[in-house]
């Protein structure tokens, strides 16, 4: 199984909603990752675990909050998002260093 | 100055065309090197990885690093209708996953 899993494809949240993105992977990955892309421009790093623990936060605002319950599972719970916020969300996963498989992502609306 | 500067294109060229896509980068610290290909609606997908300077080949796909220059490529051979895609170099300078895209470049090619 080479897959990153990504749940909802979709969503769409008004601004003041609370709402969870879910990823998974059972490649025995050590690091997972979420991503942002905007249309039209290149993914931007948000977060990075390690071995479950949280190892780069590239200066997220709290409004955006990742959790890793286990080594397959990676949350991020979205709260009082912005329009702005609008984006694909990427998940990934990587045996360590820079190798990265990503799942399709979770396109976010927010209204 | 960007880190790294790709042109995005567009890139439109027939069936059976050699596809030359390049990035440029600014920081000689940079030792990890990657191509991406993402289609629309979809995650990036991991097509070569390359570490300090060199070629590498992979079927249709031959990817270069000149770390003096910093200039890296990717070469598709006999291109098809399914290369059609964006691509997007990527660079690291720690292997922790911590990737730098460049803007990504649309291709096109025409059956």
């Known amino acids: 199984d080479t897959e990153v899993t990504q749940t909802p494809k979709h969503l769409v949240m008004g601004m003041t909603n609370k709402k969870s993105l879910k990823c998974e992977q059972h490649m025995g990955h050590r690091a997972m990752y979420w991503y942002k892309q905007k249309a039209k421009k290149p993914p931007e790093l948000m977060f990075v675990y390690s071995y479950e623990k949280l190892s780069i936060n590239e200066s997220v605002p709290s409004r955006f909050s990742p959790e890793c319950p286990n080594s397959s599972l990676l949350n991020l719970h979205l709260h009082a998002l912005q329009p702005e916020d609008s984006a694909l969300y990427l998940c990934?996963?990587?045996?360590?260093?820079?190798?990265?498989?990503f799942g399709s992502g979770t396109q976010l609306s927010v209204l | 100055q960007k880190e790294v500067e790709q042109d995005p294109g567009p890139l439109s060229v027939p069936e059976g065309a050699i596809v030359s896509l390049n990035c440029t980068y600014s920081?000689?610290?940079?030792?990890?090197f990657m191509w991406y290909r993402q289609y629309s609606r979809k995650g990036p997908e991991l097509l070569m990885y390359?570490?300090?300077?060199g070629n590498k080949e992979d079927g249709r796909f031959t990817a270069q690093v000149d770390k003096s220059s910093k200039y890296i490529s990717l070469f598709i051979r006999d291109s098809q209708p399914s290369d059609s895609a964006t691509y997007l170099c990527?660079?690291?300078?720690?292997?922790?996953?911590?990737?730098?895209f460049g803007q990504g470049t649309t291709l096109q090619v025409k059956p």
């Open positions: 990527a660079i690291s300078a720690s292997n922790t996953g911590k990737l730098i």
């Open positions: 990934a996963s990587s045996q360590g260093g820079d190798r990265l498989f």
């Open positions: 390359t570490y300090s300077s």
């Open positions: 920081n000689s610290a940079f030792q990890y």
